[in-house]
């Protein structure tokens, strides 16, 4: 109970901003001298709560590390992170992981699930990790938002692509986090599935105030955000309002001409 | 979290088979050897011989100083067993508080049944309590225990075996008691048998009723302590009665120093498979710690998981445990090892100990795999989810190098010393050589796979070439199962035939020394007087008595040593030790021969006089006439029998070795010889060598009983390892295939790796096996080559190859039958 206390008191500190994410001159550097690679290069963006918003950018861009970094996923070689009101730079692994587990949800390509659990039990899992009662109205109401009712006690091997990864979200919204992180969430679906599964997101945002931010490199999924955020060798290259599916792959298909003609 | 790990386990039972198997196995062992430990520990000779005297003085063991100070003194049981002075028994009797004080002086004696003779007042401290007739009196009486007694009635004449000599006695009393049977002479009477003047096999004191033991234990031990014996009080007088040879000892070096190794094992094989089962599940982990698992619930879950497989495992393996005990005990019944009503504690503490023990081991390799899993960053795992670390510890690397130059070393002394130093360092050199493969067996992996891809490319073309690059891909996951069979083959190929090496040299030394044609054999016991007998028979060239005794040798830590006690007479036509340096000949009253191996063990040479401590404990200082080779065939210490006489329990010789004139018919007089010598028998002496062999085969079994355990519990580790591996490679087999790999060329990789895996393996085991085996034959018999059965060859191969197709080629068989689309969306 006083965890669930602690919680809801960071909510209410968090929810004080208007901003669920900030991230401020963002750097990240792997490997060690001599071969080091930059995948982040000093980059500045803030995340609005209840906004949907598409981080994309060719391979190699550091789309992916920009997400893993301000997730908390993976530490920044420098440059800081805020969720809500909490700066992560400072937090031990063990706080870190709490903050995620109550802040952060997430949605990942594939494998997002525990085989040897059921759909219920995969939804559950954060709950069951931090020790907090689930509020029985507000799982039934996301579990009735993705639709699963009826498989509550299958395992995810019986079910397909679309519905696993439908799953994964009821289980990042299970704790009504402060932000859903999806990398590349619709990258293993067919045009159909990934549809169902990027409207759900859609309607998240849109009726329950949620904040999103997804990597994709498909224009079709970043047009269902409400920003587009392009990045290129480490660095934000365009940060605009959703222009549309056709506009926003002639930005990624000028930004991927001249960048290899350089090299 | 434990309701978490029990719900995770439950749903993936099949992956979890492996370790479950390990733990269960390895429980098994732990609880059999921890019963053979505590069996020997917990057993206590209650006094039987003994039971009515408070304080019993005698010396059943000799100590030797530390030979650096820190260090626990050595202790090593008579073989013989002591004597003490009689002249105690006057000394004891001016002690405040005594009532009744009485020497035992043993003889061999075997009536209705094998019995000891005792002097009549040592029937006292048992108490013998005379249930018809009365007390001996003359020369010729005895008091026969019920147990042994036959149709003997007092006043009844009765012939008894007695000191190897049949005679007529008259039988005054029948009496009852505990302890060995016994039969009871006069006091000179048995004195004049024993033929130790002065010296009798124990002394009891019973003190006067209401009188303070303790303190009369105190006065006796004072005196006794000057004479060098010791005095036993309370439980402890059992010690007193203990045969050197004991049940307990053979079940404490059993269960002790063995399950010491076995401990290792477990330890080994359990923390190797829960490493890898917990490396299979990287991407589930991985998720759980990026969705909300902290590193410390990580690793509560898999601590937990381990816990609970420990419990899974100990519910199977304890029992079964106990059942291998009963077998084991059984077994040890039948061959002799230990008498059949010995307590044998089943389902003791040890059990306990060893059921909590595998929890504990299993919790902690659970711990040292989680640690592995959480120390890395969520999104690292993520990534590197389906690709094996690089990483290695380098402490593990550091001391692995460490142990490796350590093997180097005591190779280096073993080759360069000689005898037991040698022996010694060889298998500390075999222990060194197998660790220092587990320690690093990641690099020795990685490095065989970058020496072997080129040799793998030219045999099998592009098949090769990605066996090779698997190989170098998954050095880490095999690591349990190049170790595994590094030890089976290294231990199994120089401990297993190293038992064959030393039973046939043993007999083929025995059976080429042995210069006589027949010998007359006497389980009971032969006194001096046969072999003169035996001379006198005509055609008879030669006739020595043999007594087969013990000797204390000193060395890095004292033991006794098997020796042999000749009648130097005629000794050249009856043994040839093939002596090397010397002449047998020269034995006389104050001389031994020794073997090479003694020699060189204890830096003896002709001429120079060696010290060391007869059977009963008695230190001799004899020069050294001659230094022989058959040592093994014979024994490593010879001496006079005159050297010997009153150093033995009994004063009987084992056997006669009997020389013939060539043509000369003496098998009527062989027979007649044996007639006046009751218990014995007049065999050819070919006969001999195989009952010699089949003694040897009995140490034998014991060895290879244990050996074949460890070596079967390794191989078992070997097999789960490639099978969980197998099974995990269901994913990349499929991918393999969908870019083009043919089923063919898929079964062609398999093949090659396994060659490059397993022949590394056995030529490494091979190699330490070979080393450990060529130095210790080498130092036992002088020869460098060892015996190998072909059969040895056909198992170690064999075994290597079925395994490979057991556990790897017929599961990928398996999956490779399965269309690969089925299997490429599959979570590994």
């Given at each position: 109970m006083r965890k669930a206390a602690r919680i809801q008191e960071q909510e209410s500190i968090s929810s004080d901003g208007a901003i669920a994410v900030r991230v401020e001159q963002l750097t990240r550097v792997y490997g060690g001298e001599g071969q080091a690679v930059t995948a982040l290069a000093g980059v500045d963006a803030s995340f609005g709560r209840g906004t949907f918003t598409a981080v994309m950018g060719p391979s190699g861009s550091g789309k992916s590390t920009l997400l893993q970094t301000a997730a908390g996923l993976d530490r920044p070689t420098s440059g800081r992170v805020w969720i809500g009101a909490t700066e992560l730079s400072q937090l031990s692994e063990t706080t870190l992981t709490k903050l995620r587990r109550t802040e952060i949800g997430f949605v990942f390509q594939a494998f997002n699930l525990i085989g040897a659990l059921t759909v219920e039990e995969n939804i559950l899992l954060p709950l069951r990790l931090s020790n907090v009662r689930p509020d029985r109205r507000w799982l039934a109401e996301v579990i009735e938002r993705v639709g699963l009712g009826q498989r509550l006690r299958h395992r995810p091997s019986a079910l397909s692509g679309g519905q696993q990864q439908r799953v994964a979200i009821a289980r990042a919204l299970a704790m009504r986090p402060e932000v859903i992180f999806c990398d590349e969430p619709t990258g293993a679906l067919d045009t159909q599935t990934a549809a169902e599964v990027l409207a759900l997101l859609r309607a998240v945002v849109d009726e329950q105030g949620q904040t999103v931010i997804m990597v994709t490199h498909d224009p079709v999924a970043a047009s269902y955000a409400d920003r587009v955020m392009v990045l290129a060798d480490g660095r934000i290259v365009r940060d605009m309002p959703q222009p549309g599916a056709n506009r926003i792959a002639e930005e990624l298909a000028f930004l991927g001409r001249p960048a290899r003609a350089v090299r | 979290m434990i309701r978490l790990a029990a719900q995770l386990l439950r749903r993936r039972i099949g992956s979890a088979l492996a370790t479950l198997l390990a733990l269960t196995v390895g429980v098994a062992?732990?609880?059999?050897?921890?019963?053979?430990?505590?069996?020997?520990?917990?057993?206590?000779?209650?006094?039987?011989?003994?039971?009515?005297?408070?304080?019993?003085?005698?010396?059943?063991?000799?100590?030797?100083?530390?030979?650096?100070?820190?260090?626990?003194?050595?202790?090593?049981?008579?073989?013989?067993?002591?004597?003490?002075?009689?002249?105690?028994?006057?000394?004891?009797?001016?002690?405040?508080?005594?009532?009744?004080?009485?020497?035992?002086?043993?003889?061999?004696?075997?009536?209705?049944?094998?019995?000891?003779?005792?002097?009549?007042?040592?029937?006292?401290?048992?108490?013998?309590?005379?249930?018809?007739?009365?007390?001996?009196?003359?020369?010729?009486?005895?008091?026969?225990?019920?147990?042994?007694?036959?149709?003997?009635?007092?006043?009844?004449?009765?012939?008894?075996?007695?000191?190897?000599?049949?005679?007529?006695?008259?039988?005054?009393?029948?009496?009852?008691?505990?302890?060995?049977?016994?039969?009871?002479?006069?006091?000179?009477?048995?004195?004049?048998?024993?033929?130790?003047?002065?010296?009798?096999?124990?002394?009891?004191?019973?003190?006067?009723?209401?009188?303070?033991?303790?303190?009369?234990?105190?006065?006796?031990?004072?005196?006794?302590?000057?004479?060098?014996?010791?005095?036993?009080?309370?439980?402890?007088?059992?010690?007193?009665?203990?045969?050197?040879?004991?049940?307990?000892?053979?079940l404490m070096a059993?269960?002790?120093?063995?399950?010491?190794?076995?401990?290792?094992?477990?330890?080994?094989?359990?923390?190797?498979?829960?490493?890898?089962?917990?490396?299979?599940?990287?991407?589930?982990?991985?998720?759980?710690?990026?969705?909300?698992?902290?590193?410390?619930?990580?690793?509560?879950?898999?601590?937990?998981?381990?816990?609970?497989?420990?419990?899974?495992?100990?519910?199977?393996?304890?029992?079964?445990?106990?059942?291998?005990?009963?077998?084991?005990?059984?077994?040890?019944?039948?061959?002799?090892?230990?008498?059949?009503?010995?307590?044998?504690?089943?389902?003791?503490?040890?059990?306990?100990?060893?059921?909590?023990?595998?929890?504990?081991?299993?919790?902690?390799?659970?711990?040292?795999?989680?640690?592995?899993?959480?120390?890395?960053?969520?999104?690292?795992?993520?990534?590197?989810?389906?690709?094996?670390?690089?990483?290695?510890?380098?402490?593990?690397?550091?001391?692995?190098?460490?142990?490796?130059?350590?093997?180097?070393?005591?190779?280096?002394?073993?080759?360069?010393?000689?005898?037991?130093?040698?022996?010694?360092?060889?298998?500390?050199?075999?222990?060194?050589?197998?660790?220092?493969?587990?320690?690093?067996?990641?690099?020795?992996?990685?490095?065989?796979?970058?020496?072997?891809?080129?040799?793998?490319?030219?045999?099998?073309?592009?098949?090769?070439?990605?066996?090779?690059?698997?190989?170098?891909?998954s050095a880490r996951g095999m690591t349990t199962v190049l170790t595994s069979l590094v030890l089976s083959v290294g231990f199994g190929g120089s401990v297993w035939f190293l038992q064959d090496n030393v039973l046939r040299q043993t007999v083929s030394q025995n059976r080429e020394g042995t210069l006589a044609d027949q010998t007359l054999v006497s389980p009971t016991g032969l006194p001096a007087g046969a072999v003169a007998e035996a001379r006198r028979i005509p055609g008879v060239r030669a006739a020595t008595s043999v007594r087969r005794t013990s000797v204390i040798v000193p060395g890095d830590s004292p033991a006794s040593a098997a020796a042999l006690a000749i009648d130097p007479e005629g000794a050249a036509d009856t043994l040839d030790l093939r002596v090397i340096s010397g002449r047998l000949a020269d034995l006389d009253a104050d001389s031994v021969a020794v073997s090479r191996l003694q020699a060189d063990s204890s830096g003896w040479k002709v001429g120079e006089r060696a010290e060391f401590w007869l059977g009963d404990g008695t230190p001799v200082a004899l020069r050294v006439v001659a230094v022989y080779e058959r040592g093994l065939g014979f024994g490593d210490v010879t001496l006079p029998r005159k050297v010997v006489v009153g150093h033995t329990r009994w004063e009987l010789d084992n056997q006669i070795l009997i020389r013939t004139e060539p043509g000369a018919k003496v098998d009527k007089a062989m027979a007649d010889l044996a007639a006046r010598y009751p218990g014995s028998t007049a065999v050819a002496t070919a006969g001999?060598?195989?009952?010699?062999?089949?003694?040897?085969?009995?140490?034998?079994?014991?060895?290879?009983?244990?050996?074949?355990?460890?070596?079967?519990?390794?191989?078992?580790?070997?097999?789960?390892?490639?099978?969980?591996?197998?099974?995990?490679?269901?994913?990349?087999?499929?991918?393999?295939?969908?870019?083009?790999?043919?089923?063919?060329?898929?079964?062609?990789?398999?093949?090659?790796?396994?060659?490059?895996?397993?022949?590394?393996?056995?030529?490494?085991?091979?190699?330490?096996?070979?080393?450990?085996?060529?130095?210790?034959?080498?130092?036992?018999?002088?020869?460098?080559?060892?015996?190998?059965?072909?059969?040895?060859?056909?198992?170690?191969?064999?075994?290597?190859?079925?395994?490979?197709?057991?556990?790897?080629?017929?599961?990928?068989?398996?999956?490779?039958?399965?269309?690969?689309?089925?299997?490429?969306?599959?979570?590994?």
């Amino acid at each position: 109970m006083r965890k669930a206390a602690r919680i809801q008191e960071q909510e209410s500190i968090s929810s004080d901003g208007a901003i669920a994410v900030r991230v401020e001159q963002l750097t990240r550097v792997y490997g060690g001298e001599g071969q080091a690679v930059t995948a982040l290069a000093g980059v500045d963006a803030s995340f609005g709560r209840g906004t949907f918003t598409a981080v994309m950018g060719p391979s190699g861009s550091g789309k992916s590390t920009l997400l893993q970094t301000a997730a908390g996923l993976d530490r920044p070689t420098s440059g800081r992170v805020w969720i809500g009101a909490t700066e992560l730079s400072q937090l031990s692994e063990t706080t870190l992981t709490k903050l995620r587990r109550t802040e952060i949800g997430f949605v990942f390509q594939a494998f997002n699930l525990i085989g040897a659990l059921t759909v219920e039990e995969n939804i559950l899992l954060p709950l069951r990790l931090s020790n907090v009662r689930p509020d029985r109205r507000w799982l039934a109401e996301v579990i009735e938002r993705v639709g699963l009712g009826q498989r509550l006690r299958h395992r995810p091997s019986a079910l397909s692509g679309g519905q696993q990864q439908r799953v994964a979200i009821a289980r990042a919204l299970a704790m009504r986090p402060e932000v859903i992180f999806c990398d590349e969430p619709t990258g293993a679906l067919d045009t159909q599935t990934a549809a169902e599964v990027l409207a759900l997101l859609r309607a998240v945002v849109d009726e329950q105030g949620q904040t999103v931010i997804m990597v994709t490199h498909d224009p079709v999924a970043a047009s269902y955000a409400d920003r587009v955020m392009v990045l290129a060798d480490g660095r934000i290259v365009r940060d605009m309002p959703q222009p549309g599916a056709n506009r926003i792959a002639e930005e990624l298909a000028f930004l991927g001409r001249p960048a290899r003609a350089v090299r | 979290m434990i309701r978490l790990a029990a719900q995770l386990l439950r749903r993936r039972i099949g992956s979890a088979l492996a370790t479950l198997l390990a733990l269960t196995v390895g429980v098994a062992l732990l609880t059999a050897m921890g019963a053979l430990l505590e069996s020997g520990v917990r057993y206590q000779p209650g006094p039987g011989q003994y039971a009515a005297a408070d304080v019993v003085v005698a010396l059943r063991d000799i100590e030797f100083p530390p030979e650096e100070p820190g260090q626990s003194e050595t202790t090593v049981a008579l073989p013989e067993g002591g004597t003490v002075p009689t002249g105690l028994i006057d000394k004891f009797r001016q002690i405040p508080g005594v009532a009744t004080v009485a020497a035992d002086t043993q003889v061999a004696v075997v009536a209705a049944g094998p019995a000891t003779g005792h002097g009549w007042s040592s029937a006292a401290l048992t108490p013998y309590r005379i249930i018809k007739g009365d007390a001996p009196t003359g020369p010729d009486d005895v008091v026969v225990d019920a147990r042994v007694a036959g149709d003997a009635e007092p006043g009844r004449r009765t012939s008894l075996l007695v000191a190897g000599t049949m005679r007529e006695y008259r039988v005054t009393g029948v009496a009852e008691g505990i302890g060995p049977p016994s039969v009871f002479f006069t006091d000179a009477r048995a004195a004049e048998l024993s033929a130790k003047p002065g010296r009798a096999a124990a002394i009891g004191v019973i003190a006067a009723p209401g009188a303070d033991v303790a303190a009369l234990a105190a006065a006796v031990g004072k005196l006794a302590d000057a004479e060098g014996a010791t005095t036993y009080t309370g439980n402890d007088r059992g010690r007193a009665e203990r045969d050197p040879a004991s049940a307990e000892d053979m079940l404490m070096a059993v269960g002790g120093s063995f399950g010491g190794y076995v401990m290792m094992l477990v330890g080994f094989v359990v923390a190797g498979t829960i490493g890898l089962s917990v490396r299979h599940r990287r991407r589930d982990l991985a998720l759980l710690r990026a969705i909300a698992a902290t590193p410390g619930q990580v690793r509560r879950l898999i601590v937990a998981e381990a816990a609970l497989l420990g419990l899974c495992g100990s519910a199977v393996g304890v029992p079964a445990g106990l059942l291998a005990t009963v077998w084991a005990r059984d077994q040890f019944v039948e061959r002799g090892f230990i008498p059949a009503g010995f307590p044998m504690v089943i389902g003791g503490l040890s059990t306990l100990i060893a059921a909590a023990g595998i929890v504990l081991l299993a919790m902690l390799s659970g711990l040292v795999a989680a640690r592995r899993i959480t120390r890395i960053r969520p999104a690292e795992a993520l990534g590197e989810a389906a690709v094996e670390p690089a990483r290695s510890g380098k402490t593990r690397f550091v001391f692995g190098v460490l142990t490796l130059g350590g093997a180097c070393t005591a190779a280096v002394f073993a080759g360069g010393t000689s005898g037991s130093t040698a022996v010694n360092s060889a298998v500390g050199m075999l222990y060194l050589f197998v660790t220092a493969v587990a320690l690093l067996a990641p690099w020795i992996n990685r490095m065989s796979a970058w020496l072997l891809s080129p040799a793998l490319r030219l045999l099998w073309g592009s098949s090769g070439y990605l066996a090779g690059k698997n190989l170098k891909a998954s050095a880490r996951g095999m690591t349990t199962v190049l170790t595994s069979l590094v030890l089976s083959v290294g231990f199994g190929g120089s401990v297993w035939f190293l038992q064959d090496n030393v039973l046939r040299q043993t007999v083929s030394q025995n059976r080429e020394g042995t210069l006589a044609d027949q010998t007359l054999v006497s389980p009971t016991g032969l006194p001096a007087g046969a072999v003169a007998e035996a001379r006198r028979i005509p055609g008879v060239r030669a006739a020595t008595s043999v007594r087969r005794t013990s000797v204390i040798v000193p060395g890095d830590s004292p033991a006794s040593a098997a020796a042999l006690a000749i009648d130097p007479e005629g000794a050249a036509d009856t043994l040839d030790l093939r002596v090397i340096s010397g002449r047998l000949a020269d034995l006389d009253a104050d001389s031994v021969a020794v073997s090479r191996l003694q020699a060189d063990s204890s830096g003896w040479k002709v001429g120079e006089r060696a010290e060391f401590w007869l059977g009963d404990g008695t230190p001799v200082a004899l020069r050294v006439v001659a230094v022989y080779e058959r040592g093994l065939g014979f024994g490593d210490v010879t001496l006079p029998r005159k050297v010997v006489v009153g150093h033995t329990r009994w004063e009987l010789d084992n056997q006669i070795l009997i020389r013939t004139e060539p043509g000369a018919k003496v098998d009527k007089a062989m027979a007649d010889l044996a007639a006046r010598y009751p218990g014995s028998t007049a065999v050819a002496t070919a006969g001999l060598s195989e009952q010699l062999a089949s003694d040897l085969a009995l140490s034998a079994w014991l060895n290879k009983l244990l050996i074949g355990v460890m070596v079967g519990y390794a191989a078992l580790a070997a097999a789960n390892t490639m099978v969980m591996a197998a099974l995990a490679r269901r994913r990349e087999l499929s991918l393999l295939r969908l870019v083009g790999v043919t089923t063919r060329q898929a079964k062609r990789m398999i093949h090659a790796e396994q060659i490059g895996l397993l022949g590394v393996s056995l030529v490494i085991g091979g190699g330490i096996a070979a080393g450990t085996l060529v130095t210790v034959v080498d130092a036992l018999t002088g020869s460098p080559v060892p015996y190998v059965p072909v059969l040895g060859w056909v198992s170690v191969l064999g075994g290597t190859t079925v395994l490979a197709l057991g556990t790897t080629v017929l599961p990928v068989g398996r999956l490779l039958r399965i269309p690969p689309i089925h299997n490429i969306g599959v979570k590994e």
